[in-house]
């Protein structure tokens, strides 16, 4: 075409001839009128002298089926749908105007036109969308008039047709509502929904119908509501945001909340002006369990603030909004036959649960006991939960009054606690809990033994605390006292083990501090239990001679306590002295000082376990030494004294009594080894005598031992080579005897073997005769039951049928088909009838003889 137009434009200027085809047209302005005209094909056009082609040739526009375009400043048009002309011969316009031509025969731009959109397939809407329109200026449709920014929807499916006086502003689609979901919509403005219920602008409503919706022009969705699936185990909190109507016809005020269950609605999908608050689970108790609501709403449902409300299992319930239960969900309270609770009431009531029933005022306390099962009411509360306390003879516990505020000591027996009794700690001293501790020593920590104990203690992890509400007990040894003593009372008891000591609630040991170490210092040594001895005791003292010499002794003493009488004034004495070890070393060193200070160093030396018994012990009237020395206060008794040591204090003193005791040493050596020499040598003379002698007498026992192996021998050799000769012959007679043995056995054997086969073979075939013809039996056995039963079950079957039809159906049933025959041949005149099955000969003759005979003498009846 761009070809074809340049060659007719070249042509055309040179001839000034204008080849239009068909469908073509040209623009031509009369230079002098100065008006375009529109040259329309097929034609040759001469262009005049006065004329110019300004456009063209150009195809005109062709609009197909389903397709439009818009031309801008249209020709104007008459009734007839004829162009109209200006007075000058141009052609009328609408300028600024436009004009949407669809589908029609082509057609030219006209001088002036503009084609505004080019040719565009028209908008197909399909189901379930829209087309958003807004009117840009006042016109009438067919339906209504619109005004210049109204806006409404297109719904598909349909063709939208474009109109200059709209514009589409977007494409809607609808949006599918699926079960248990809802639509909500706010409006924009007021308008009417597809209900037709008038909204007003800014409300919004839900959509709950199932399906596609389409919102409307002044509609917008604000939201996708999903339903709540209610369960029996599930409900819905839901709160009011205003005062309205809900679906179930109930008014609800602004801030009121309620439940949905699922016994007023299996779904449920929140209003407007519902408020999910959240999802409530049903609270199950059972047949052992219970629950305090608090805040319960009475039946009106107006919440009981302040009060409570007890709820008692077996049952399921959901709380309501605004309870909440107290302390959660309780199991009943099952007392055994040793436990007991503690109550306390809140508030005044009737206690029913005893008889005669008793009233409870506030802040009383009662306690019962098991064996029962218990729900505290809402006017109680429980305060501890008591059981019986299993004391045996050795055990016991401190019960406080806590009215009184008496404590007292309970043991041996099972013991509950009362509403107005607790445990009372009893306190001890530091020292006396540790020498209570398992790993202490009950009668003194003492020595090397503590040192271990100690290191032991030490290396456990943590001490064993001491229970202070049971009874301090303290076993005591044998041979040893404690005593006891009672603050409140001012009283002292001793007691003598082997026994078992049980303070009471104002009683505490008399704790015993004594002397130890060496040299002795005070306040070493820690004990609850005197020991009655015998023991003893070892000390350090430093002495001096006549001659000034300073020694050093190291003596142990042996002491005990004389017991025999162990009356109170006895058992009290002993413990009348605190330190009793450092009073006895103190005392028997003084007199062991004033001995010795008489005495030289020389005598000391010579005779100084005498001189020191003589000290302690001293002389009786018949100048006898005395065997024991004995405190008076407190009974105690030394036995003996033991010298360990005697070292010399001074350096001089210590050297010169070393060089003594070294030449003693020596001399004493000396003698000892020449003794020894001479006693060696004689030894050694009588040994080389004793060694000869016994050579001899060693080889005349050879001789003769080897004379006895000659003969041995030779009588070996004479017994072996008969021996020989005879096992030989006795090996053959032996062999020949088992040979025959075997084969005899053998013969036995194999016809034992044959019996037995034959025997087995013969007991097979027996069994196996024998289950066939069990099972044979069986088999026709179980044929003949078979059969019983099925005769057995048509019998039944046909007693049941015909008892469940009853004697007159069948009766009836028996008579209906010839009663029905009769009824036919009535119903049809015939006064006799021959029934045959077509196989059966009839004779004919004979019978339509009697069918004449019976017509003709009925008819002269008739007659």
């Given at each position: 075409m761009a070809g074809?137009?340049?060659?007719?434009?070249?042509?055309?200027?040179?001839?000034?001839?204008?080849?239009?085809?068909?469908?073509?047209?040209?623009?031509?302005?009369?230079?002098?009128?100065?008006?375009?005209r529109v040259e329309v094909g097929p034609q040759n056009y001469v262009r005049k002298n006065n004329e110019r082609v300004i456009f063209g040739p150009e195809r005109m526009v062709i609009v197909p089926p389903h397709h439009y375009c818009v031309i801008q400043n249209p020709v104007v048009h008459d009734r007839d749908n004829s162009i109209q002309?200006?007075?000058?011969?141009?052609?009328?316009?609408?300028?600024?105007?436009?004009?949407?031509?669809?589908?029609?025969?082509?057609?030219?731009?006209?001088?002036?036109?503009?084609?505004?959109?080019?040719?565009?397939?028209?908008?197909?809407?399909?189901?379930?969308?829209?087309?958003?329109?807004?009117?840009?200026?006042?016109?009438?449709?067919?339906?209504?008039?619109?005004?210049?920014?109204?806006?409404?929807?297109?719904?598909?499916?349909?063709?939208?047709?474009?109109?200059?006086?709209?514009?589409?502003?977007?494409?809607?689609?609808?949006?599918?509502?699926?079960?248990?979901?809802?639509l909500k919509l706010r409006?924009?403005?007021?308008?009417?929904?597809?209900?037709?219920?008038?909204?007003?602008?800014?409300?919004?409503?839900?959509?709950?119908?199932?399906?596609?919706?389409?919102?409307?022009?002044?509609?917008?969705?604000?939201?996708?509501?999903?339903?709540?699936v209610l369960t029996e185990k599930e409900a819905v909190h839901v709160r009011a945001t205003c005062t309205f109507c809900d679906e179930l016809g109930v008014e609800r005020r602004n801030g009121q909340e309620w439940l949905i269950k699922m016994t007023d609605t299996e779904t449920y999908i929140p209003g407007v002006y519902e408020q999910v608050v959240g999802v409530v689970s049903i609270t199950t108790l059972s047949k052992r369990q219970y629950c305090v609501i608090l805040d319960p709403l009475n039946e009106d449902g107006t919440p009981q603030l302040g009060q409570k409300k007890l709820v008692k299992g077996e049952i399921s319930f959901f709380l309501m909004p605004g309870e909440r239960?107290?302390?959660?969900?309780?199991?009943?309270c099952v007392l055994g036959e040793n436990e007991g609770l503690i109550l306390r009431a809140k508030e005044t009531f009737t206690d029913d649960t005893v008889l005669p029933a008793v009233k409870r005022n506030p802040g009383d306390k009662w306690m019962i006991r098991g064996p029962e099962e218990y729900i505290p009411p809402v006017e109680v509360e429980v305060i501890a939960k008591r059981y019986t306390i299993p004391l045996d003879e050795n055990e016991g516990i401190y019960v406080r009054n806590i009215k009184t505020g008496r404590v007292r000591l309970v043991c041996g027996e099972a013991?509950?606690?009362?509403?107005?009794?607790?445990?009372?700690?009893?306190?001890?001293?530091?020292?006396?809990?540790?020498?209570?501790?398992?790993?202490?020593?009950?009668?003194?920590?003492?020595?090397?033994?503590?040192?271990?104990?100690?290191?032991?203690?030490?290396?456990?992890?943590?001490?064993?605390?001491?229970?202070?509400?049971?009874?301090?007990?303290?076993?005591?040894?044998?041979?040893?006292?404690?005593?006891?003593?009672?603050?409140?009372?001012k009283k002292a008891r001793v007691?003598?083990?082997?026994?078992?000591?049980?303070?009471?609630?104002?009683?505490?040991?008399?704790?015993?501090?004594?002397?130890?170490?060496?040299?002795?210092?005070?306040?070493?040594?820690?004990?609850?239990?005197?020991?009655?001895?015998p023991d003893f005791c070892t000390d350090i003292i430093s002495v001096e001679t006549a001659d000034h010499a300073r020694l050093q002794l190291q003596l142990?003493?042996?002491?005990?306590?004389?017991?025999?009488?162990?009356?109170?004034?006895?058992?009290?004495?002993?413990?009348?002295?605190?330190?009793?070890?450092?009073?006895?070393?103190?005392?028997?060193?003084?007199?062991?000082?004033?001995?010795?200070?008489?005495?030289?160093?020389?005598?000391?030396?010579?005779?100084?376990?005498?001189?020191?018994?003589?000290?302690?012990?001293?002389?009786?009237?018949?100048?006898?030494?005395?065997?024991?020395?004995?405190?008076?206060?407190?009974?105690?008794?030394?036995?003996?004294?033991?010298?360990?040591?005697?070292?010399?204090?001074?350096q001089r003193t210590r050297d010169s009594l070393l060089r003594s005791v070294q030449l003693a040493i020596e001399i004493t050596t000396q003698s000892l080894e020449a003794t020894a020499r001479h006693e060696a040598e004689r030894r050694e003379q009588e040994a080389k005598g004793h060694l000869e002698r016994q050579k001899i007498a060693d080889e005349v026992e050879v001789e003769r031992a080897r004379k006895e192996l000659l003969e041995l021998q030779a009588s070996s050799m004479v017994v072996e080579s008969c021996g020989q000769a005879k096992a030989e012959a006795q090996s053959r007679v032996e062999s020949q005897l088992i040979e025959g043995r075997s084969e005899v056995e053998k013969a036995k054997l194999k016809g034992e073997a044959l019996r037995i086969e034959a025997e087995t073979e013969l007991k097979r075939l027996s069994c196996a005769r024998q289950a066939e013809v069990q099972y044979l039996q069986q088999q026709i056995n179980l044929e003949v039951e078979k059969v019983k039963e099925l005769a057995d079950i048509d019998i039944q079957k046909f007693k049941s049928i015909v008892g469940s039809l009853g004697r007159e159906t069948i009766s009836f049933i028996a008579r209906a088909g010839p009663e029905l025959q009769v009824k036919l041949l009535q119903g049809l005149g015939i006064q006799s009838a021959l029934i045959t099955d077509g196989a059966t000969p009839l004779n004919l003759f004979s019978t339509a003889k009697g069918l004449i005979g019976v017509k003709s003498s009925q008819h002269r009846e008739e007659v």
């Open positions: 074809t137009k340049h060659n007719l434009r070249c042509q055309s200027d040179d001839d000034g001839i204008y080849r239009v085809p068909t469908y073509y047209y040209l623009h031509v302005l009369d230079q002098t009128t100065n008006v375009t002309y200006d007075a000058a011969g141009q052609v009328k316009l609408q300028h600024a105007d436009l004009e949407i031509r669809l589908e029609q025969e082509p057609f030219p731009i006209y001088p002036g036109e503009r084609l505004h959109v080019d040719i565009t397939p028209l908008k197909v809407v399909p189901s379930n969308t829209a087309l958003r329109l807004r009117a840009l200026r006042d016109f009438k449709d067919r339906y209504e008039k619109k005004v210049a920014g109204d806006e409404w929807l297109f719904e598909g499916p349909g063709t939208y047709i474009p109109c200059k006086e709209v514009e589409v502003v977007e494409t809607v689609r609808a949006f599918v509502i699926k079960p248990n979901q809802a409006a924009c403005t007021e308008t009417r929904d597809r209900g037709g219920k008038i909204r007003v602008c800014g409300e919004e409503w839900l959509v709950r119908k199932i399906g596609a919706y389409l919102p409307g022009a002044y509609e917008e969705i604000v939201d996708i509501v999903n339903a709540y239960l107290e302390n959660g969900i309780q199991d009943i013991y509950m606690l009362n509403q107005d009794e607790e445990l009372w700690n009893k306190e001890l001293p530091t020292v006396v809990d540790e020498l209570l501790s398992g790993y202490r020593d009950l009668l003194a920590d003492r020595g090397d033994w503590n040192k271990q104990a100690n290191a032991v203690a030490k290396t456990r992890s943590a001490p064993e605390v001491r229970d202070k509400t049971k009874v301090v007990t303290l076993r005591v040894p044998h041979n040893a006292a404690v005593q006891v003593f009672d603050y409140k009372e007691i003598f083990g082997p026994d078992l000591v049980m303070l009471g609630p104002d009683e505490q040991f008399t704790q015993l501090s004594l002397s130890g170490g060496k040299p002795k210092r005070p306040n070493v040594i820690h004990s609850l239990c005197l020991l009655l001895g142990a003493y042996n002491w005990h306590f004389e017991t025999y009488n162990k009356s109170p004034e006895t058992a009290a004495s002993l413990f009348s002295v605190p330190d009793f070890v450092g009073d006895l070393c103190k005392a028997i060193a003084s007199r062991i000082r004033s001995a010795v200070a008489s005495v030289t160093f020389d005598n000391f030396h010579k005779n100084s376990a005498k001189i020191i018994c003589t000290a302690v012990f001293g002389y009786d009237e018949n100048l006898r030494m005395r065997k024991q020395f004995m405190f008076p206060q407190n009974n105690l008794v030394i036995t003996s004294v033991d010298i360990q040591s005697v070292e010399p204090v001074d």
